[in-house]
């Protein structure tokens, strides 16, 4: 391999171990450091540059220099520039598998949970791009990079910025942009008048094929990708194809036709991904929803509430499960085989949901002012004031009985410190409403729950 000879003269700290992908523009091989032993992916571009000045306007190149790092983004780590073969090399984190790979390896659709975090993570790496002014423009399975965590989920990376432009920079773009089968309406139509919204159209086109294993717009050339499109959303309306005709030299009328819709082809996913599915493919890219409003749709919330978990974690553990917490974290395990320290407990319970709930309970005004004869009794106003009028507790507590059955209102029967007798008990000072204890069998001799 001619690229092999060249960097293996340029760059002798790494070393070429096998070819792992090739596409229209580049090759990709995979390295080895030779002093670290850790291995990488180096990108090979096909196309020669003059000078290394000429380099500092590579797409990619730009990219790195605009952006940090980010869970969701494949980050260029560094590149060189081969003087006698006037290649570059940019050397990248290695990934495991894109994920067209990783559709093909599966026997049986993968459930749309997973696919959910996958989107969630596809999402807030567009949203990061879009954020700092820059674009994708070829967004599919090819593009879009796995790292296998198990016994975690998989960790989802944007890769290949080779055709990013900027956000504000003034259309018309090239035309002839992104792969047919993801390429968005505006995109067919107008000549070069796109934006940053033709990358929420491709990433609904990857969701529908990861959860169905099928390509939605299967078209076989730009006219038949059209007639794809309207038979499932119909022809657009006058006003738009009004706007469309603006943007574009030779575009036509279209003979009116009314979709099927996309309900027939999502019957399968839940109702929540139906919405953010029609959400992501209007054909309007006005109406369209952008990535930052689709991460605060309510078919996210659960990944949301352990993405706030995770940044406990990595707070509190410093770099034992990494840096950067991602949405590869698997609540369930880490409750499971991790969180046992009562330092942890407390830290979770903190942020509203406890790891155990059998540990949980709920302090009355009678606990804590106690009785004026027991020994070791508390200072009432302090402890009301922390507990009886803190409206956030309150709440909490309210929110944590709604989502469990496993709690009924009872007779407080006391903290160990406050020692009363059974009359005192009897009395209805005594009776609480706010206090609760778990539905399990009592001793009655000692009025304390049994576990």
Known sequence: NQYQVSIYCSFTEYKIIEKIGEGSFSEVLKCENRVTRQTYA???LKKSFQSN????YCAEVIAMQKLSKHPNVLYMLEYFFEKKSKKVVFIFELMDMSMYDFMKSKKRCIPEA???TYLYQMLNGLDYLHRNGLFHRDIKPENILVKLNPPIAEQVKIADLGSIRGIYSKPP??????????????CLLTSGHYGPKMDIWATGCVFYEILTTKPLF?????????TRIHSVLGTPSTRLLSKLKSRSANLKNFQRQIGTGLTPHINQFSDDGQTVLKLMLQYDPEIRSNARRLLQHRYFNDLKQQERYAKLVTAHIGQEYGDQPNMNFNLEYFKKKRFQSNSMKTLLCKSGESLNKQNLSAKTAVDLMGDKKSKGSFDAKKNLKMYNSNSDTQRRKKSLQAKTNLFRKTTSNLTKKTEVSDDHLNMKAFQSTSFVMPKRICNRETRRPKF
């Open 114 to 116: 997973r696919v959910k």
């Open 218 to 226: 299967s078209g076989t050339n730009e006219i038949d990708q059209l």
């Open 173 to 186: 773009y090239t035309e002839y942009i992104s792969t047919r089968w993801y390429r968005s309406p505006e």
């Open 42 to 44: 180096a990108k090979i």
């Open 53 to 56: 000045s000429d380099v500092y």
